[in-house]
């Protein structure tokens, strides 16, 4: 019989969890081996090659090519797979960029609304065009002083004229609108490619990949598996839409017959209901043209070669103060190469997209589902707790291939909108990096093939209603239909009914053939009902369709409101005739719910199977799934909730449940009745959950996961002793500041000024200034003071503390300034003054941090430095350690009682990871909930020394969030074990 340890062990030679490798500053052969060494031994099996803007040689050249043969050796030898990946969306880090530069065709526009005035009858307007810029003026009539109306629309200019141009309104109010189109700009004023042209896509093939290729001799290396592409959104926001004049003049008529001019005002004002139509036909095209025109040439060329090619998009857009409107357009038809969406916010918009995305590639084009994590909390550093739990969602969500970020080849590299820097290299918990990569491999294999149910509901992801809602100036749609589209995800996994996500269309293609059953021929897939979270516009072939569906006793169900109208017809008495015959239905299965009310309609439905998992009450924060694989029965459970969830386990067959410990690859039997094991899942944590006949769990010695504690031992807090091996910090957040401006040099000056409290005498502290680099300093351009004296950066960078500042390295990306000969009882002003002319980076883009060694206090008036008393007693985070950076040792003694079968140490919270000695074992480090060791084995009735050594991270600092470091709750000794 197969052991389940050696079923896992093959999991770590699959390259589903991948490694975004940014390749900056100077590069050499010992430098790859070395980190190419530490990302195998961490459990990487796959590598995705990101050259940088400042990669020393640069991308492409002779000395690069070089190098990377050299990497694909290293790949062949370790038997890792290996990417090339580029980011469009910042050509600056491109081979690609001279290109756009260099030739104009090649850099993306959009259409912007350069102007809008309302006219009255006989007013006139008067236009003047620039020869250097392509403009197109429209006169639409106004209805009822807000809305649009489509018919009617006079255009003034277009691009082709260029006399000057005069016009007066006729009768009513009319709006007249001058578009603009302008270069599509990064944050680095950089021009973005033309996505919509063929020849960009020819040209980075003939640049980059070909010559990738040619490196490799005439048989490619085993080890080179494709191209990964991160594609810019290019949707609709204030900074405009998308646009390439011939493509869009021509391709567009030919598709709708319709000239776009006339449509372009339903995409930045209200327009009629009947008019809204055409919203959803302008956007569906960007969507498709931009896939057509760029990624699928480079899958064409992917398929040419038999590699594969990784398209992530969208991401968010730089000039965009809508951008989460991006993630609606990152589904994908089934000719386009999508593999999967980027998650740089963690937004639930993101989310959704997530959910479509992956539920639509595995049901709809059988194809697999890649996406990045450790881009969380808006790219800010992410502990292995978070990473972990970021990868288990992305999990429970679909996804089969993961890209961890954050990894760079140089330490000092410094992301330009990361403060601190992503989990890599210099990270404190690198150490136990390992241990998380082999988790989440774990759980990937696991999750390798989903079950099949057997007719599921079809939940509409409402793109094409969304879109027709929505509008530049009214862009509150698209957060609305993605709250209501997860709050009925989130019902449906609480309640357990399985769903898939298709969109309006492929409903459309379905038959109803037989009752209650929606039939996709094309997909081989069969529906049990529908699910409509937003449609106050629908399509109107598949309002028909559920006309039909209907009437075969099919379950419809509408969330909040029914429709008010189709696309193809204005508001009106026929429809809403329609409308109410398809609601007072006599099947009775047509119902208009709200989503916490879908798992009352739908599970005591026959056609659904029984519940997994059957909690005690109502938990709506739990997402739950069941998979198949290699004849392994597995249920991932996650509880994103504060508390505990008890519940029953469905059983399947014969073999009995285990719950699976990621964190000690350990297994653990449920006890119960056999039909009906009990489990328990702690807050925050994913729990996993495996049932199959290869396993064999006789020898196990494990307690049960449901043996309820007898009692519970609290650890008093008055005996422990600790030791703080790093620097005490505390973000300065309060500033005043004031500018002044030179009349002649036109030198903009900035003051800022921030202040806190030193009760200590001649204690070390320093002053550490993130995201800063030689811009700041050049010229005088930028001074830094405490009470008064000019202060100038440490040259090492690291202060001659010892190990307290493991954290600061020579090769961080920071500003670390000496304030200990300065510094003075009672209030300590820090000044920094920055003179500039234009834009240059904000040195408070994130606060400077004050860090000393000694304990911090809060007070309603700002930071307090404070002397130490009694270090044996100190408690970390009691006194002003919430910020703590590094790490601090625990140190206690116990007894335990002498009827104690079985006992365990229970954590309430933990900043970071901790390491748990217990009378010299050392036991595997608790990197995420929950935090317990069963600890049998070696603890004894009386003195009992116990050392738990917490080592925090930049997490709280960062987000300013206050968080308490180190032990955050209290930690107890639970006896378990038959009475």
Same mark, same amino acid.
């Not at 389940?4 to 390259?15: G, H, I, T, V």
């Not at 330490?411 to 918990?429: E, L």
């Given at each position: 019989?197969?052991?389940?340890?050696?079923?896992?062990?093959?999991?770590?030679?699959?390259?589903?969890?991948?490694?975004l490798?940014?390749?900056?500053?100077?590069?050499?052969?010992?430098?790859?081996?070395?980190?190419?060494?530490?990302?195998v031994?961490?459990?990487?099996?796959?590598i995705?090659?990101?050259?940088?803007?400042?990669?020393?040689?640069s991308?492409?050249?002779?000395?690069?090519?070089?190098q990377?043969?050299?990497?694909?050796?290293?790949?062949?030898?370790?038997d890792?797979?290996?990417?090339?990946?580029?980011?469009?969306?910042?050509?600056?880090?491109?081979?690609?960029?001279?290109?756009?530069?260099?030739?104009?065709?090649?850099?993306?526009?959009?259409?912007?609304?350069?102007?809008?005035?309302?006219?009255?009858?006989?007013?006139?307007?008067?236009?003047?065009?620039?020869?250097?810029?392509?403009?197109?003026?429209?006169a639409?009539?106004?209805?009822?002083?807000?809305?649009?109306?489509?018919?009617?629309?006079?255009v003034?200019?277009?691009?082709?004229?260029?006399?000057?141009?005069?016009w007066?309104?006729?009768?009513g109010?009319?709006?007249?609108?001058?578009?603009?189109?302008?270069?599509?700009?990064?944050?680095?004023?950089?021009?973005?490619?033309?996505?919509?042209?063929?020849?960009?896509?020819?040209?980075?093939?003939?640049?980059?990949?070909?010559?990738?290729?040619?490196?490799?001799g005439?048989?490619?290396?085993?080890?080179?598996?494709?191209?990964y592409?991160?594609?810019?959104?290019?949707?609709?926001?204030?900074?405009?839409?998308?646009?390439?004049?011939?493509?869009f003049?021509?391709?567009?008529r030919?598709?709708?017959?319709r000239?776009?001019?006339?449509?372009l005002?339903?995409?930045?004002?209200?327009?009629?209901?009947?008019?809204a139509?055409?919203?959803?036909?302008?956007?569906?095209?960007?969507?498709?043209?931009?896939?057509?025109?760029?990624?699928?040439?480079?899958?064409?060329?992917?398929?040419?070669?038999?590699?594969?090619?990784?398209?992530?998009?969208?991401?968010?857009d730089?000039?965009?103060?809508?951008s989460?409107?991006?993630?609606?357009?990152?589904?994908?038809?089934?000719?386009?190469?999508?593999?999967?969406i980027?998650?740089?916010?963690?937004?639930?918009?993101?989310?959704?997209?997530?959910?479509?995305?992956?539920?639509?590639?595995?049901?709809?084009?059988?194809?697999?589902?890649?996406?990045?994590?450790?881009?969380?909390?808006?790219?800010?550093?992410?502990?292995?707790?978070?990473?972990?739990?970021?990868?288990?969602?992305?999990?429970?969500?679909?996804?089969?291939?993961?890209?961890?970020?954050?990894?760079?080849?140089?330490?000092?590299?410094?992301?330009?909108?990361?403060?601190?820097?992503?989990?890599?290299?210099?990270?404190?918990?690198?150490?136990?990096?390992?241990?998380?990569v082999?988790?989440?491999?774990?759980?990937?294999?696991?999750?390798?093939?989903?079950?099949?149910?057997?007719?599921?509901?079809?939940?509409? *992801?409402? &793109?094409?209603?969304?879109?027709? /809602?929505?509008? +530049?100036?009214? =862009? %509150?749609?698209?957060?609305?239909?993605?709250? @209501?589209?997860?709050?009925?995800?989130?019902?449906?996994?609480?309640?357990?009914?399985?769903?898939?996500?298709?969109?309006?269309q492929?409903?459309?293609?379905?038959?109803t053939?037989?009752?209650?059953?929606?039939t996709?021929?094309?997909?081989?897939?069969?529906?049990?009902?529908?699910?409509?979270?937003?449609?106050?516009?629908?399509?109107?072939?598949?309002f028909?369709?559920?006309?039909?569906?209907?009437?075969?006793?099919?379950?419809?169900?509408?969330?909040?409101?029914?429709?008010?109208?189709?696309?193809?017809?204005?508001?009106g008495?026929v429809?809403?005739?329609?409308?109410?015959?398809?609601?007072?239905?006599?099947?009775?299965?047509?119902?208009?719910?709200?989503?916490?009310e879908?798992g009352? *309609?739908? &599970?005591?439905?026959?056609?659904? /199977?029984?519940? +997994?998992?059957? =909690? %005690?009450?109502?938990?709506?924060?739990?997402? @739950?799934?069941?998979?198949?694989?290699?004849?392994?029965?597995?249920?991932?459970?996650?509880?994103?909730?504060?508390?505990?969830?008890?519940?029953?386990?469905?059983?399947?067959?014969?073999?009995p449940?285990?719950?699976?410990?990621?964190?000690s690859?350990?297994?653990?039997?449920?006890?119960?009745?056999?039909?009906?094991?009990?489990?328990?899942?702690?807050?925050?944590e994913?729990?996993?959950?495996?049932?199959?006949?290869?396993?064999d769990?006789?020898?196990?010695?494990?307690?049960?996961?449901?043996?309820?504690?007898?009692?519970?031992?609290?650890?008093?807090?008055?005996?422990?002793?600790?030791?703080?091996n790093?620097?005490?910090?505390?973000?300065?957040?309060?500033?005043?500041?004031?500018?002044?401006?030179?009349?002649?040099?036109?030198?903009?000056?900035?003051?800022?000024?921030?202040?806190?409290?030193?009760?200590?005498?001649?204690?070390?502290a320093?002053?550490?200034?993130?995201?800063?680099?030689?811009?700041?300093?050049?010229?005088?351009?930028?001074r830094?003071?405490?009470?008064?004296?000019?202060?100038?950066?440490?040259?090492?960078?690291?202060?001659?503390?010892?190990?307290?500042?493991?954290?600061?390295?020579?090769?961080?990306?920071?500003?670390?300034?000496?304030?200990?000969?300065?510094?003075?009882?009672?209030?300590?002003?820090?000044?920094?003054?920055?003179?500039?002319?234009?834009?240059?980076?904000?040195?408070?883009?994130?606060?400077?941090?004050?860090?000393?060694?000694?304990?911090?206090?809060?007070t309603?008036?700002?930071?307090?430095?404070?002397?130490?008393?009694?270090e044996?007693?100190?408690?970390?985070?009691?006194?002003?350690?919430?910020?703590?950076?590094?790490?601090?040792?625990?140190?206690?003694?116990?007894?335990?009682?002498?009827?104690?079968?079985?006992?365990?140490?229970?954590f309430?919270?933990?900043?970071?990871?901790?390491?748990?000695?217990?009378?010299?074992?050392?036991?595997p480090?608790?990197?995420?909930?929950?935090?317990r060791?069963?600890?049998?084995?070696?603890?004894?009735?009386?003195?009992?020394?116990?050392?738990?050594?917490?080592?925090?991270?930049?997490?709280?600092?960062s987000?300013?969030?206050?968080?308490?470091?180190?032990?955050?709750?209290?930690?107890?000794?639970?006896?378990?074990?038959?009475?």
């Amino acid at each position: 019989m197969e052991s389940f340890s050696s079923l896992l062990s093959k999991s770590r030679e699959s390259d589903s969890l991948h490694v975004l490798w940014h390749w900056n500053g100077t590069v050499t052969k010992s430098i790859i081996t070395e980190r190419f060494t530490s990302l195998v031994e961490s459990g990487f099996r796959g590598i995705v090659l990101r050259p940088m803007h400042d990669m020393n040689p640069s991308y492409m050249s002779e000395e690069f090519l070089e190098q990377f043969r050299f990497l694909l050796d290293l790949c062949e030898k370790s038997d890792v797979s290996l990417m090339i990946g580029d980011d469009f969306s910042e050509p600056a880090e491109s081979v690609f960029a001279a290109q756009v530069h260099q030739i104009r065709n090649y850099r993306a526009s959009n259409l912007q609304v350069a102007e809008s005035v309302t006219l009255e009858e006989g007013e006139s307007y008067s236009f003047t065009p620039e020869s250097s810029t392509v403009e197109y003026v429209l006169a639409a009539p106004l209805v009822s002083r807000k809305k649009i109306a489509l018919d009617g629309i006079v255009v003034i200019y277009d691009s082709d004229e260029t006399a000057e141009t005069s016009w007066v309104a006729p009768s009513g109010e009319w709006k007249v609108i001058r578009f603009s189109v302008k270069a599509v700009l990064n944050d680095e004023h950089r021009c973005m490619p033309n996505f919509f042209s063929i020849k960009c896509a020819q040209s980075y093939i003939a640049t980059v990949l070909e010559p990738l290729c040619e490196t490799q001799g005439k048989k490619l290396s085993s080890s080179f598996k494709g191209v990964y592409c991160e594609m810019p959104p290019l949707v609709p926001s204030n900074a405009g839409i998308p646009w390439d004049h011939e493509l869009f003049i021509t391709k567009y008529r030919s598709r709708y017959k319709r000239n776009l001019l006339t449509s372009l005002p339903a995409l930045f004002f209200p327009v009629c209901d009947c008019d809204a139509k055409y919203r959803p036909h302008v956007l569906n095209f960007l969507h498709d043209t931009l896939f057509e025109r760029f990624p699928q040439s480079i899958q064409k060329w992917a398929v040419s070669r038999d590699l594969d090619s990784w398209i992530i998009g969208a991401e968010s857009d730089f000039t965009d103060l809508h951008s989460s409107v991006a993630p609606l357009f990152s589904l994908a038809n089934s000719e386009f190469p999508v593999t999967g969406i980027r998650n740089d916010t963690n937004s639930p918009l993101c989310e959704a997209a997530l959910i479509t995305t992956a539920s639509m590639n595995r049901h709809l084009f059988k194809r697999k589902t890649a996406m990045v994590i450790n881009r969380n909390s808006g790219m800010k550093s992410c502990s292995l707790a978070e990473m972990k739990r970021e990868a288990d969602q992305a999990i429970l969500d679909g996804v089969d291939i993961l890209v961890a970020d954050g990894f760079y080849i140089n330490q000092k590299y410094h992301y330009s909108r990361t403060t601190p820097p992503s989990i890599g290299f210099n990270h404190p918990d690198f150490e136990h990096l390992k241990s998380v990569v082999t988790a989440i491999q774990e759980t990937l294999y696991l999750a390798s093939t989903q079950v099949e149910s057997k007719y599921p509901f079809a939940l509409l *992801y409402p &793109s094409q209603s969304a879109m027709a /809602d929505y509008s +530049i100036t009214e =862009p %509150d749609v698209i957060p609305l239909v993605t709250t @209501v589209f997860l709050e009925v995800v989130r019902e449906l996994n609480r309640a357990q009914i399985p769903f898939e996500v298709i969109t309006e269309q492929d409903v459309v293609e379905c038959d109803t053939e037989k009752d209650y059953i929606l039939t996709n021929k094309k997909f081989g897939t069969s529906y049990g009902g529908v699910i409509i979270p937003h449609a106050r516009l629908i399509n109107n072939s598949l309002f028909v369709l559920l006309e039909k569906f209907a009437i075969k006793k099919g379950i419809i169900l509408f969330l909040h409101s029914l429709p008010v109208a189709s696309f193809d017809e204005a508001v009106g008495s026929v429809f809403a005739n329609r409308v109410e015959r398809l609601a007072g239905s006599r099947t009775k299965s047509v119902y208009v719910v709200r989503p916490d009310e879908i798992g009352e *309609y739908l &599970s005591s439905d026959e056609r659904l /199977d029984d519940q +997994i998992f059957s =909690p %005690d009450g109502v938990h709506e924060l739990m997402s @739950v799934r069941q998979f198949v694989s290699e004849g392994i029965d597995t249920v991932l459970i996650q509880n994103r909730g504060k508390k505990t969830i008890t519940g029953v386990l469905k059983q399947f067959g014969e073999n009995p449940w285990m719950k699976f410990e990621v964190s000690s690859g350990k297994l653990i039997p449920l006890c119960g009745e056999s039909e009906s094991p009990q489990c328990s899942i702690h807050a925050e944590e994913t729990a996993v959950f495996v049932t199959s006949s290869h396993i064999d769990v006789s020898k196990s010695t494990f307690p049960a996961e449901n043996e309820v504690s007898r009692y519970r031992i609290k650890l008093r807090s008055d005996r422990w002793t600790f030791a703080a091996n790093s620097m005490n910090s505390f973000p300065l957040t309060r500033w005043t500041n004031r500018m002044s401006i030179d009349r002649q040099s036109g030198i903009l000056s900035i003051f800022y000024e921030s202040t806190f409290e030193n009760q200590v005498a001649g204690s070390p502290a320093y002053l550490i200034i993130s995201d800063c680099d030689a811009k700041f300093q050049t010229h005088g351009a930028f001074r830094v003071r405490l009470n008064g004296t000019d202060l100038t950066p440490l040259e090492s960078r690291v202060p001659s503390t010892g190990e307290k500042w493991a954290w600061f390295d020579n090769d961080s990306a920071l500003l670390i300034y000496s304030l200990t000969d300065c510094l003075e009882r009672g209030d300590n002003s820090v000044s920094i003054i920055r003179h500039t002319v234009g834009a240059s980076p904000d040195p408070l883009a994130y606060p400077p941090i004050i860090a000393v060694d000694s304990p911090v206090i809060q007070t309603v008036k700002g930071w307090r430095i404070v002397p130490l008393v009694e270090e044996d007693r100190y408690q970390w985070g009691e006194s002003g350690y919430a910020y703590l950076v590094g790490e601090g040792v625990y140190t206690t003694y116990f007894e335990i009682p002498d009827d104690a079968p079985s006992v365990s140490l229970n954590f309430e919270s933990l900043s970071g990871s901790a390491v748990v000695t217990l009378n010299g074992k050392v036991y595997p480090p608790l990197l995420w909930p929950p935090y317990r060791i069963d600890i049998t084995d070696s603890v004894k009735e009386k003195n009992n020394r116990l050392t738990v050594r917490v080592r925090s991270n930049l997490d709280a600092l960062s987000s300013l969030n206050g968080k308490q470091s180190g032990m955050a709750g209290d930690l107890f000794l639970e006896i378990s074990g038959a009475e």
